[in-house]
C-alpha cells in the first residue's frame, strides 16, 4: 500500500519513514525537495556521490558497550555514543545560590576540581558583578579577586573551588551580567561551547557539533543513578532468609516506566536476563515494574547497619559519594521525546535516535565523492542521510 500523502511530506522534511514505507514511497518525497534523492543506510564512515548541496535529511541511532564483567568491588562504565564537550561548568546546576546569610554573599561551588591548572572565562555585561575566587580548606578560607577574564588559576585537588560575587542581585549567572560561562582544563581559554555531550558530524571537510543538550532526541534507554537518598522505598525480599542479599525496588514510584524484563545495563553488577527468585550470582535483573539487585552478603554484611535495607542505603550512598555512583540503564516503556543531555544509548535491539529534524543544524557536501563520519569513539549503531545526486 502507497503511503498517504502526510508520511510523504514527513519522510521530505525530515527522513523518517513511516512504518511499511518503500523505497519506492521514499524517491516519491525526494521530488517534493525538487529533486532526486538517495538514501544510503550504514554505520559511519559513509561514502556517497553528491551534487554539492547540503544533505536533504538525516538520523541516527544511539550505541553501547560494556567491556568486561562489572562487579560491585570494580565497577565499568558502559561506553554510549557522544562526546563531553570542553566545558566543565553546568549552568543547570551552577546557579548562584546563597553561601551566608550574614554575608550576603552568592557563588557556586565546584567543588573539588583533580589537581590541575584550569581557565574560567565568561562574557560579562559592562555592569556585571565583580566576581571571586574562594579557595576553600577545611575551615581555612583564602579569596582572591577576578580582575579580568579569562582567569587561570591551579587547583590542588584537596581545596573547595568557589566562584562568587559580590553582590546578591539575581539568582543566575545572567542576572549578575555574565553569559557564555566557560570552564576548562589547561592555561587558554577555549572558544566556547555548552556543558554536557555533543555528537560531531564531518562531512566536506565541516564539523558540525550537535548539542545534545539543546535537541530534542527520540529517547528509548533511561538512565537511573542511585544515590541512597530515593524517596521511594527499597525492599529486601525474602527478609525471613539471613543469608539472602537480594533487594528490590519498584518502578511505581519512579518517573519512567520500564519494558518487562527490560535488558539491562548496570556500572557495578552484571545483567541477569531475568528475575532472579534466589540468590544466585552478583547481579542486577527486571520483571514487569520492579527491579532486583543482588551486591552479595560480602557487600551488604560490610556496611554499618548490614544486610538491611538501610545498610543497601549506605553502600548506594557511599558510592555515590566516591564518584562511582550505581547507575542502571533500562528501555522504557514508551519512547520519551526530550532534550536530555546525556549521550545517545542503546541497549539489545532498543536505542536512542536523533533526528536533522530535531537537530537544526546544516551538514554540507560537496560536489563529487563524499565522506560523513561521526567522530565520536563510539559510532552510531546505524545512521540513515538522504542527499542529492
Not at 565546584?110 to 572565562?121: D, E, I, K, S
Not at 543469608?243 to 548496570?266: E, G, K, Q, V, W
Amino acid at each position: 500500500m502507497s503511503a498517504n500523502f502526510y508520511s510523504l511530506l514527513k519522510f521530505a522534511a525530515t527522513g523518517i519513514a513511516s512504518p511499511g514505507m518503500t523505497y519506492y514511497d521514499r524517491m516519491r518525497a525526494s521530488t517534493l525537495m525538487g529533486g532526486a534523492g538517495k538514501t544510503l543506510t550504514g554505520i559511519p564512515p559513509l561514502s556517497f556521490k553528491s551534487n554539492g548541496k547540503p544533505l536533504i535529511s538525516w538520523s541516527m541511532k544511539g550505541n553501547g558497550e560494556q567491556q568486561g564483567t562489572p562487579t560491585p568491588d570494580a565497577p565499568i562504565q558502559p561506553t554510549f555514543c557522544g562526546v563531553r564537550t570542553g566545558n566543565l561548568f553546568d549552568s543547570a546546576v551552577y546557579e548562584l545560590v546563597p553561601i551566608s546569610a550574614s554575608a550576603q554573599r552568592k557563588g557556586t561551588n565546584l567543588g573539588v576540581l583533580p589537581q590541575g591548572t584550569y581557565t574560567f572565562n565568561a562574557v560579562s555585561a559592562a555592569s556585571a558583578t565583580p566576581i571571586y575566587r574562594t579557595i576553600k580548606n577545611g575551615s581555612t578560607n583564602t579569596f582572591e579577586a577576578i580582575s579580568s577574564l579569562p582567569y587561570t588559576f591551579t587547583a590542588d585537588g584537596v581545596s573547595d573551588q568557589i566562584i562568587r560575587t559580590s553582590g546578591t542581585q539575581g539568582n543566575t549567572w545572567a542576572d549578575a551580567g555574565y553569559t557564555n560561562i566557560m570552564l576548562n582544563l589547561g592555561s587558554t581559554a577555549s572558544p566556547y561551547e555548552p556543558y554536557g555531550y555533543k555528537i560531531p558530524i564531518t562531512c566536506a571537510g565541516q564539523t558540525t557539533p550537535v548539542y545534545l543538550g539543546q535537541t530534542q532526541t527520540v529517547r528509548r534507554v533511561k538512565k537511573l543513578v542511585l544515590t541512597g537518598e530515593e524517596e521511594t522505598d527499597f525492599y529486601r525480599k525474602n527478609v525471613t532468609s539471613a543469608d539472602n542479599s537480594l533487594y528490590y525496588i519498584r518502578f511505581t514510584a519512579l518517573s519512567s516506566a520500564p519494558i518487562s524484563r527490560s535488558p539491562l545495563c548496570c556500572t557495578h553488577l552484571q545483567n541477569l536476563n531475568h528475575t532472579p527468585s534466589t540468590e544466585v550470582g552478583i547481579n542486577v535483573a527486571i520483571s514487569y515494574d520492579v527491579i532486583y539487585f543482588n551486591f552479595g552478603l560480602d557487600v551488604m554484611n560490610a556496611q554499618p547497619s548490614g544486610n538491611t535495607v538501610a545498610g543497601l542505603k549506605e553502600y548506594l550512598a557511599a558510592q555515590y559519594a566516591a564518584g562511582t555512583p550505581v547507575t542502571v540503564w533500562y528501555v522504557l516503556a514508551e519512547p520519551e521525546t526530550a532534550i536530555v543531555n546525556e549521550p545517545l544509548c542503546k541497549i539489545g535491539d532498543y536505542a536512542d535516535e536523533l533526528h536533522s529534524a530535531d537537530a537544526g543544524v546544516t551538514i554540507p557536501t560537496v560536489k563529487g565523492q563524499n565522506t560523513l563520519t561521526v567522530e565520536t569513539d563510539l559510532q552510531p549503531s546505524e545512521m540513515t542521510i538522504m542527499y542529492r545526486k
